[in-house]
């Protein structure tokens, strides 16, 4: 069984939300993203936006989030559950772990970016699911995650199907 580090930092670091992408996925541990700041300006398909590692190169912004182990053979459904080519592309980043060593892992950054959108509400819920289960820093949460302005789907059965996962 071949393996591949993903840094989940959106809402991938829900458990119940990767799991049902990647069922082989393993929690390594909380790690950091640093000279990246989290932001909800990647345009989604769903006419909503979604969360971005954006890299900002200033060593004051980091991004927490999380590392899993995941099985290669898995790859290709997260990319086609991240839009990989639509959207989000592939990036090799050096994440660090609670004890300072650093690790080699994938994640996916935004290529298409509209800041005039806003994240559904059940969207944002499955990154502050997933920053509470991870146990993120609490100023962290507050300031990146759950100030952030989000909006009712108008597709209300796909807002029940997507809170159904935590339930």
């Known amino acids: 069984m071949s393996t591949l580090n993903y840094f989940a930092y959106g809402s991938n670091m829900s458990i119940a939300r990767l799991h049902g992408r990647t069922p082989s996925a393993v929690l ?4 950091r993203l640093n000279r990246h700041d989290l932001r909800f300006h990647k345009r989604g398909h769903d006419g909503s936006s979604k969360a971005d590692a954006y890299f900002t190169g200033d060593d004051h912004d980091v991004i927490h989030g999380a590392l899993f182990t995941i099985e290669r053979s898995e790859k ?5 559950a991240e839009g990989l080519g639509n959207g ?11 004890a300072g060593f650093t690790i080699p892992a994938l994640t996916y950054v935004a290529t298409q970016f509209d800041v005039q959108l806003k994240p559904y509400s059940w969207y944002l819920n499955h ?5 509470l289960e991870l146990g993120l820093p609490e100023h962290y949460i507050h300031s ?5 302005t989000a909006v009712d789907d108008g597709n209300r059965m796909r807002d029940r199907e997507q809170r159904r996962i935590h339930q």
């Open 88 to 98: 989000y592309e592939l990036k090799q980043v050096m994440v660090i772990d609670g």
């Open 28 to 31: 390594q541990g909380c790690c």
């Open 144 to 148: 990146k995650i759950s100030t952030v």
């Open 127 to 131: 990154v502050l699911v997933g920053a």
């Open 76 to 80: 290709p459904n997260l990319d086609a």
